[in-house]
């Protein structure tokens, strides 16, 4: 009861931020509005906002946006030991809608609106600042912008040499090739003379736009090592897509469950099921360059010997499409991104602790030595059956009877506390194991799978007369 009182009797001091000026409304017990300010966006503003605060010393503060327009002020707050919860918009729009006063907007009722989401929501995230993190961003936005600017002078380019060239420039246009085209050109009219100009001054230019890329991928990449994240050894993902993963993510935590963060990606489907039909279609939402990166690192497992490619190839034997088994796939490697970022093992180098050989190849459980397994996705030195790719096989007559050699070494292991038991098989497809697999079998069906799986093969090695794919 206590602690349903002081929560109610709390007071929520909400913050809507703009780029030279801060709203802010106290909203006390009932929701009630007890007072508002607005101040400019300076050291002196920042202190009357403090004086306004401190009328209430035990207020709580609530920034709309605390990562974008509010980002300097939680800054200063965090700075001086001040805590604050990030509201989102889409919460805070609501509250000033469903309101009295017919939608009316304007700062001091968006304000408002701020506060009372956060007195009345619960699960509102403290924002904290991690400074190694906004560093990392600032880069990875600057690289991304001085791409752009780089894509945008080559349009440019290519245009200029289009009316001096008689077939113009071909594709993936760089400084050295534009060069080349551009030394044998010796015009003589006044228009194809500043043509040549402003081509040789583009293509410097694009030099300096290099030498910035350059740099830029360098700091990227120092700063992911700094951060000593194990992204960059999962297959598909390299120094600067691991870049734009942490800065953009921040802090993990902040999502209640690996089917939060696939919802923020935007490889979760939505549900649009109704009475007993029951679908889901593609989700447009959440953040895009999350989703490239996760689009990168499956087109690259794709085309790769890999669990990747295995399990892709399994939907489509289900009768998936392309794009169905794609989206499928890169579902999984969102799990498998929040496993990496949420449970970061060590490095090889520091591996060797308690249950734990110093090899690192091994772990000891349940006092037996168990082989270490690596995440779904993540680069292994080898491949994990030798046998070949046979050329003149179907790819998918090929997979299965791979799965079908796998069935032969199938041993079950300790899974995740929490979890069921699972084999190695089901790590090869889906990673982990709940109590139904990834693709609907139960585990008991799926081990009868692979029996006939390896009944097939066996039959097949006896009647040499059968063809490979005639399983």
């Known amino acids: 009861m206590s602690d349903r009182t002081s929560e109610s009797d709390r007071i929520v001091i909400g913050v809507d931020p703009h780029k030279a000026s801060w709203t802010a409304a106290a ?28 009328r209430w010393p035990a207020a709580v503060w609530a920034i709309e946006g605390a990562s974008g327009q509010g980002a300097p002020l939680t800054t200063r707050l965090s700075a001086d030991g001040i805590a604050a919860v990030d509201v989102p918009a889409k919460l805070a729009a ?6 009295t006063g017919h939608g009316r907007k304007n700062d001091d009722a968006d304000a408002t609106s701020v506060a009372v989401a ?10 904290t600042v991690d400074e190694a993190v906004t560093a990392l961003r600032a880069l990875v936005e600057h690289r991304d912008d001085v791409v752009k600017t780089r894509t945008q002078t080559v349009n440019r380019l290519h245009a200029l040499l289009t009316q001096l060239l008689p077939a113009g420039a071909p594709r993936q246009l760089t400084a050295d090739t534009a060069t080349q085209l551009l030394r044998p050109v010796r015009p003589r009219s006044i228009a194809a003379r500043t043509l040549r100009r402003l081509a040789a001054e583009l293509i410097t230019e694009i030099r300096h736009l290099d030498r910035r890329i350059s740099v830029a991928n360098t700091e990227i990449t120092h700063a992911v090592q700094a951060s000593r994240s194990t992204l960059t050894e999962l297959r598909g993902i390299g120094h600067l897509n691991a870049g734009k993963i942490l800065a953009r993510v921040r802090d993990v935590h902040r999502f209640r469950s690996a089917a939060a963060f696939a919802s923020y990606t935007g490889t979760a489907p939505i549900e649009v099921s109704s009475g007993d039909v029951v679908r889901h279609r593609l989700s447009r939402a959440g953040d895009r360059q999350l989703n490239c990166c996760l689009h990168t690192m499956a087109i690259t497992q794709l085309q790769r010997d890999c669990p990747g490619r295995t399990y892709y190839l399994c939907k489509r034997a289900d009768g998936r499409s392309h794009k169905e088994a794609l989206r499928c796939l890169k579902r999984r490697l969102s799990d498998v991104v929040y496993r990496c970022l949420t449970n970061p093992r060590r490095r090889p180098a520091e591996r060797g602790g308690p249950g734990r050989t110093p090899g690192g190849d091994y772990e000891l459980q349940r006092g037996r030595l168990n082989p270490y397994h690596r995440l779904f996705g ?4 080898r491949t994990r059956h030798d046998r070949p790719y046979n050329l003149t096989q179907d790819p998918l007559d090929t997979e299965r009877s791979r799965l079908a050699d796998a069935a032969w070494t199938h041993r ?18 889906a990673a982990h194991c709940p109590d139904d697999c990834a693709d609907g079998r139960s585990l008991g069906r799926r081990r009868r799978w692979w029996a006939a799986g390896r009944d097939r093969l066996g039959q097949r090695d006896r009647d040499p007369d059968r063809g490979a794919s005639g399983a």
């Open 27 to 54: 909203v006390g017990p009932g929701l009630r509005p007890l007072a508002t300010i607005r101040v400019p966006v300076d050291p002196q503003g920042y202190r009357d906002l403090r004086r306004f605060a401190a």
């Open 378 to 381: 993540q680069v292994t030195s």
């Open 118 to 127: 956060a007195h009345s929501a619960a699960g509102l995230r403290t924002v």
């Open 94 to 99: 609501p509250v000033r809608v469903l309101s």
């Open 412 to 429: 079950v292991v300790p899974g995740p506390p929490g979890t069921r038991w699972m084999c190695d098989l089901c790590i090869l497809l």
